[in-house]
């Protein structure tokens, strides 16, 4: 991964820490399923007017949109609003670090370790450290949420995975981004409507149009401007241009941001033991998706200019996007270099 790119990552790592911070507060205003729908419908409805909807198959667009935008955030506004604290949310939806690690695996053809399988073990121990806590402590429930929530995020990267595997460089990663927003808007707000009435989030809506609900439109415009458009589309771009295997390990480093900014700003202090597993997963998401990036042996390269990091990343990119291509009857198409 190029300097560059490594700095787009850290700039996600913020933006999407302190996303947890907003969301807490639109859901101290608007019920989840609402919320959910709302952020998407606010992007959504100039996407469909203004912004060409980039050359990539409905199948993937629509599973990129089910798994980013809707199974993820209806899990997690759900456990937030059910009693999941914000920075323990912000390290266990994580967990679609070592899922997307064997969604790649399974979908995409990309070559799994026995070390790899090892991190996601260690991973999978320190949820249960984490849960075991949560259960003298608290209800178990909103971590379960959590970690569907994880689950629904790595379908939603192998979704933007496939949509760039079909589609070639060409496809511009901002308006897959933006297009993938069209699709919650209609199934959330449909949620909102059979579970939390069908004019509860309106109302509230309506409502905050005072003094005391700016928060909840601050709120909005953060997750919609600086965690959706900004953060999601620099991702997409890292996940369009490497392997999963690669750009997961990010990922890991947005809880430091959201555990921290929830002490600073709610003054909420983690358990010793949720610490310790917190650790534990990290530690072993770490493991499983960084030692992917040297799965399948090595190819002696050709020149110097392709013995670099950067150069051995985009072949294995290329390499990745082709089996996917090739694994859901696509044309695979050639890697920009």
Do not use: C, K
């Not at 600073?264 to 033991?273: A, C, G, I, K, R």
Request: cysteine-free.
């Amino acid at each position: 991964m190029t300097n560059r790119d490594r700095l787009l990552g850290l700039a996600v790592v913020v933006l999407w820490g302190l996303n947890f911070l907003a969301i807490h507060v639109g859901l101290e205003h608007f019920p989840p399923f609402f919320f959910a729908g709302l952020r998407f419908a606010v992007i959504a409805i100039p996407v469909l007017i203004f912004v060409p909807r980039p050359q990539v198959p409905w199948r993937w667009l629509l599973l990129y949109g089910v798994g980013f935008g809707i199974l993820q955030f209806a899990f997690l506004f759900t456990a937030m609003r059910e009693g999941m604290p914000t920075g323990l949310s912000s390290l266990v939806l994580q967990a679609s670090a070592p899922f997307t690690v064997l969604l790649g695996a399974l979908f995409l053809r990309e070559r799994l370790r026995g070390i790899q399988l090892a991190g996601i073990a260690v991973a999978m121990a320190g949820m249960g450290v984490i849960g075991w806590d949560r259960a003298h402590h608290a209800a178990l429930l909103p971590l379960l949420l959590t970690i569907l929530g994880g689950l629904g995020w790595a379908f939603g990267n192998i979704g933007s995975r496939l949509a760039a595997a079909e589609s070639g460089p060409g496809v511009n990663p901002l308006h897959l981004t933006l297009w993938m927003a069209v699709v919650p808007p209609l199934p959330m707000f449909a949620l909102s409507a059979l579970t939390e009435g069908s004019t509860t989030g309106w109302r509230d809506l309506t409502s905050s149009f005072s003094v005391h609900g700016w928060p909840a439109y601050a709120a909005l415009a953060y997750i919609v401007l600086l965690g959706t458009i900004a953060g999601s589309g620099l991702w997409t771009y890292l996940m369009s241009r490497y392997a999963a295997g690669t750009v997961a390990p990010l990922s890991l480093m947005v809880p430091v941001v959201g555990i921290a900014a929830s002490w600073m700003f709610l003054h909420e202090v983690p358990s010793v033991l949720s610490l310790v597993g917190a650790v534990i997963v990290i530690a072993g998401a770490f493991t499983a998706t960084a030692a992917g990036r040297r799965s399948g042996g090595t190819t002696a390269p050709a020149s110097r200019e392709d013995a670099t990091p950067e150069a051995a990343e985009i072949r294995e990119h290329g390499e990745s996007s082709a089996n996917a291509a090739r694994a859901f009857g696509a044309r695979p198409q050639p890697v920009e270099v």
